[in-house]
């Protein structure tokens, strides 16, 4: 509730204006001779279907929400574990296919020294 006054939201204003505006209109109306008066019906309907409107179709819900905890949530996480699999393959392959050079790698005998 951000834009509250007093504990009031804004509703509640509208409420009371529409009904100031349609008290000053029908006081206008009931000073005018002949059929004018009767101007005030319509007047009075149109502020109580607003005020209807208004109560019964709110833009809020009357109870504010529970506090809901904030939930830190990792988006990447399949994405970094396929990554993390990925790579764990290419070393695999990578060092068993160097395992077999390293073994086969032929070991020269070192010359005697002739004097």
């Given amino acids: 509730m951000g834009n509250t006054v007093l504990e009031v939201g804004t509703g509640v204003f509208v409420i009371a204006v529409v009904w100031i505006a349609a008290f000053v209109f ?17 007047v009075f309907l149109l502020a109580l279907t607003i005020t209807l409107a208004l109560v019964f179709f709110p833009r809020n819900p009357e109870t504010a929400p529970p506090f809901k905890e904030i939930e830190i949530v990792d988006t990447l996480f399949i994405g970094r574990y396929i990554l993390l699999a990925v790579v764990s393959a290419v070393f695999l392959v990578a060092f068993f296919m160097l395992l077999p050079f390293h073994f086969l790698e032929p070991v020269y005998a070192k010359a005697l020294r002739t004097h």
């Fill in 26 to 42: 029908g006081i206008m109306l009931l000073r005018a001779s002949g059929s004018a008066k009767l101007g005030v019906i319509p």
